[in-house]
């Protein structure tokens, strides 16, 4: 069974940066689509961003679009999300996901427990 973890969430000031990290185990993720989504407080969750398996096709959601990038090192197993230029309404636990699909139609399966990212002041 494909399993996931996030890693790399923190504290972190306006205009700073945060690189996560989502770790597969069970499965190599070489076949797999990898979405990062968030979830705020109060609010439903939301698609971030997602990229191919041979890293060959990303995309973004508008509000992260110039400031977040998604890549992958499928020896390491594992996707990153580099978040610069974060602000607050970045606030979100993070969670990545694992679909056998094109992003376009991805079904999400296969979900990491989230890693809380905080932009304050």
């Known amino acids: 069974q494909l399993q996931l973890v996030e890693s790399g969430g923190g504290l972190v000031q306006p205009g700073g940066s945060l690189r996560l990290s989502c770790a597969a185990s069970?499965?190599?993720?070489?076949?797999?689509?990898i979405g990062w989504f968030r979830q705020a407080p109060g609010k439903e969750r939301e698609g971030v961003s997602c990229i191919s398996s041979d890293a060959g096709s990303t995309n973004y959601a508008d509000s992260v679009k110039g400031r977040f990038t998604i890549s992958r090192d499928n020896a390491k197993n594992t996707v990153y999300l580099q978040m610069n230029s974060l602000k607050p309404e970045d606030t979100a636990v993070y969670y990545c996901?694992?679909?056998?699909?094109?992003?376009?139609?991805?079904?999400?399966?296969?979900w990491g427990q989230g890693t809380q990212v905080t932009v304050t002041s």
């Open positions: 069970g499965y190599t993720l070489d076949y797999y689509v």
């Open positions: 996901a694992a679909a056998s699909q094109p992003c376009y139609r991805a079904k999400f399966d296969s």
